[in-house]
């Protein structure tokens, strides 16, 4: 489904030629090397794939080529090779881009029913399936 | 004029369907009106005219008449014959054409050959069928008008855009759309059934190859839309809780659990208000689905076409169709006695369950897909994705396949637990015994451990209701069911791998540098320049081997495109029976004194095409149920007529 990605992208890059300057500033270099330590990457990337891309539209910075998200893996990357918590870079990038950038909602003013319909949910399939198999037994 | 009589078709089919639902509604109310007669045909002539515009639609683009507004800016003189065809549908106006064909031939199709149903129930369910596509002709003629002229021909078309010249492109929507439109047959055999509470197995059994044929339609489309994302994004990732790809896989959710309780309806004559239920909520989806794609509301990247006129449109036949249906659901339900009884360990009791899971895992991926959008009415916007979606549906998902696995040994309406001990026992076994190897080959994350151990086990249970049975006299139904069960576990185990044993690497690489990754070695052996039509590119010629083995040359390649500009990477895939190598190359990377550096990004991806092969085998069980019911129908009404013939014989005799 993704083909239209590259359709939006390219609407996009008619709409603002002169970007195209922009992007032809060589990426930072975290954007696309690896971490050495095997497993400090994989918690960059455990997190990478939790957080949004805002130049693209519904996909994680782990799965884009739009430079900006490749900034944001190069942030990523460095924060946690500097020995920073997943959580905490995840709260920082929050703060600076607000809910939108992570794609793990938490509990929240806004965000509650998120995770109250869920559990609403569990306690109706519980009481239908409780109603209707008891009754019948 | 070819424009003009497409035009006049579809205005004339909209103006029979408005004859459909009067004469439909009148036949409803006085058993049989005098316009009773004209239901049918009516239906057959609607939908025969709908398929004459869209032939006509079709026949502007094959000539590319660039004084039509749709042509003109869809379509390209030099475009190849096929993809001149797949433009036709390939936007918002022919799309909804598309849809409204499908629906009027449905329509027709059913008028045409149902002959099970009370006459009654009949004109109620075409009376629905017209009811709905009035809707939609009236979406189509007054604000999607496919045969719209422009004042001046166009000299050119604008559609020349080579990145919409793909096959997948072509036949991925019709896919889906006939998927939507069988659930609207669905929807209008349950809106009828409901208006003269004629809810039975009879019913059932006319209603189930639509919900079937729809089902395998969304399940190809899902899996094929799945894949595409796969290849094309070139990151490896497969599904992405877009809204668009869940507004595809609702309308699946639904219809899944519509399957399941249609059957036990036809077989058992229970679950009947709990199927004519999920009749309308998976048609609801559909249109849900339509609404989020066609609307522009979406964040997504699907909605470029925004265009607030049409979305309001759709909103509002989404409200009229679901509200009413629902209204009416709620007058009648009281109406329609539950049906026959059954015990908690029965057939139709892990039947019930599974149609309670399923329903609760479509209520977080709706709760998930519009509470975004919800938010951002009141400028608050939220992302939710993966880290929500996976263990939020998890929590029902397991559940249900738990029961999956023993449900098809349990026997109809009422069984002992004890006479399924062996087999379950069995089955629990595998699945311990594999997540216990999981969990000490070092573990892979509590969804992926999960998912192996039940993938395991379920593959397994899939193949016991064949125990002990001659195979060649098991029903082609049942065959289906076993087909369609593995096929589950096979994607399961498949995704389950992809999550818990994929390896990914990146790296800057010269010219004669070595990657590896997983069991395979990665040379870059050359890069080299290539050119298109339209772009030019670098192409990377890389040697993979795999365990020391035998080296293969892939390449991939790193296009840029000059109008519009725009860089696409080209992935290459090399598929092994065990998973799939997945190379990209990037631009040159920067920083590197002397020798150009190449950004190579591998993947090894240990059975992940599992994924799709399960999908594609649950469409086959589909298509198997499919061919097994209908063959049975066809006996049923074989004898039938026989009957009738010999008991006239001896009348007459």
């Known amino acids: 489904m993704r083909w239209f990605l590259r359709i939006a992208i390219a609407l996009a890059a008619a709409v603002s030629g002169p970007l195209a300057a922009q992007q032809s500033l060589p990426p930072a270099p975290l954007a696309y090397e690896q971490l050495p330590d095997a497993e400090q990457e994989a918690q960059a990337q455990a997190l990478m794939e939790t957080l949004r891309c805002l130049k693209c539209q519904s996909q994680s910075i782990a799965d884009s080529d739009a430079p900006m998200a490749g900034d944001m893996r190069h942030q990523v990357r460095t924060r946690i090779a500097a020995g920073e918590d997943p959580e905490a870079i995840r709260a920082w990038l929050v703060a600076r881009y607000g809910d939108y950038v992570s794609y793990a909602p938490t509990v929240s003013e806004t965000t509650w029913p998120l995770f109250a319909i869920p559990g609403l949910l569990i306690l109706i399939a519980g009481m239908i399936l409780w109603r209707r198999l008891r009754k019948q037994a | ?653």
């Open chain 2, 1 to 653: 004029m070819i424009a003009e009589l497409g035009l006049a078709a579809l205005w004339l089919a909209a103006a029979l369907s408005v004859l459909q639902l009067i004469a439909g509604a009148l036949a409803l109310r006085d058993g049989s009106g005098e316009l009773a007669s004209l239901v049918r045909p009516a239906a057959i002539v609607q939908g025969l005219l709908a398929a004459f515009a869209f032939v006509m639609l079709l026949w502007l683009f094959a000539v590319t008449d660039l004084s039509v507004k749709l042509v003109a800016t869809n379509s390209h003189s030099a475009k190849p014959m096929i993809f001149k065809l797949a433009g036709a549908w390939g936007n918002h106006e022919g799309s909804m054409l598309l849809w409204v064909t499908v629906m009027a031939l449905a329509g027709g199709l059913i008028a045409l050959v149902e002959r099970r149903l009370p006459e009654r129930t009949m004109f109620a369910t075409l009376a629905a069928q017209a009811f709905v596509g009035i809707g939609f002709y009236a979406f189509l003629l007054l604000s999607s008008n496919p045969f719209e002229r422009l004042p001046e021909p166009a000299l050119e078309g604008m559609g020349l855009n080579p990145l919409l010249q793909d096959i997948g492109l072509a036949f991925h929507p019709p896919t889906l759309y006939f998927g939507y439109v069988g659930l609207s047959v669905a929807f209008s055999f349950a809106v009828g059934a409901l208006l003269t509470r004629q809810v039975g197995p009879a019913f059932a059994r006319a209603m189930r190859p639509w919900v079937l044929g729809a089902w395998i339609f969304l399940t190809l489309g899902i899996t094929a839309g799945s894949y595409w994302a796969y290849y094309e994004l070139g990151w490896g990732g497969w599904w992405f809780w877009d809204p668009v790809e869940n507004a595809s896989l609702m309308p699946w959710l639904a219809a899944t659990a519509l399957l399941h309780s249609v059957s036990v309806l036809a077989a058992r004559d229970a679950l009947r208000a709990w199927t004519i239920m999920l009749g309308v909520v998976a048609f609801s989806m559909s249109m849900l689905g339509t609404f989020l794609v066609r609307s522009g509301i979406l964040t997504s990247v699907h909605a470029f076409a925004v265009d607030p006129e049409r979305g309001t449109f759709i909103l509002f036949l989404l409200g009229l169709y679901i509200g009413g249906a629902l209204l009416l659901f709620a007058l009648r339900a009281g109406s329609v006695a539950e049906g026959e009884r059954f015990s908690i360990t029965s057939r139709e009791g892990a039947l019930v369950f599974n149609n309670v899971m399923l329903s609760a895992i479509l209520g977080i991926v709706l709760l998930g897909t519009l509470y975004p959008l919800l938010t951002e009415v009141f400028d608050v916007r939220v992302s939710v994705g993966p880290p929500y979606f996976n263990p939020a549906g998890a929590i029902f998902t397991i559940p249900m396949l738990l029961v999956m696995a023993v449900g098809p040994l349990l026997r109809w309406r009422g069984d002992r637990i004890s006479r399924i001990k062996v087999p379950m026992i069995v089955i629990a076994a595998i699945m311990l015994a594999v997540l216990a190897v999981v969990i000490i080959l070092g573990s892979y994350g509590l969804l992926a451990d999960l998912g192996l151990a039940v993938a395991a086990g379920l593959a397994i249970a899939s193949f016991l209701p064949l125990r002990g049975r001659n195979l060649l006299r098991v029903p082609i139904a049942t065959w289906g069911m076993v087909v369609a069960h593995f096929g589950i576990a096979v994607a399961l185990f498949g995704m389950a791998s992809e999550s818990a044993f994929s390896e990914e690497k990146l790296a800057a690489v010269s010219v004669g540098d070595n990657v590896e990754i997983g069991p395979w070695n990665v040379s870059l052996l050359a890069t080299r320049p290539v050119a298109g039509p339209n772009w030019t590119a670098i192409e990377g010629q890389l040697m993979a081997s795999y365990d020391g083995g035998e080296a293969i040359l892939l390449k991939p390649q790193s296009r840029n495109f000059w109008a519009p500009p725009q860089e696409t990477t080209e992935s290459v895939l090399s598929t092994r029976w065990n998973g799939q190598l997945y190379a990209v190359i990037g631009n040159e990377a920067s920083g590197g004194e002397g020798a150009e550096r190449w950004q190579l990004r591998l993947w090894w991806k240990p059975f992940v095409t599992l994924i799709w092969y399960g999908g594609i085998l649950v469409a086959l069980g589909g298509l198997l149920a499919l061919i097994g019911r209908v063959k049975g129908d066809l006996k049923r009404r074989y004898v039938q007529s026989r009957l009738a013939g010999r008991k006239e014989e001896g009348e007459s005799a």
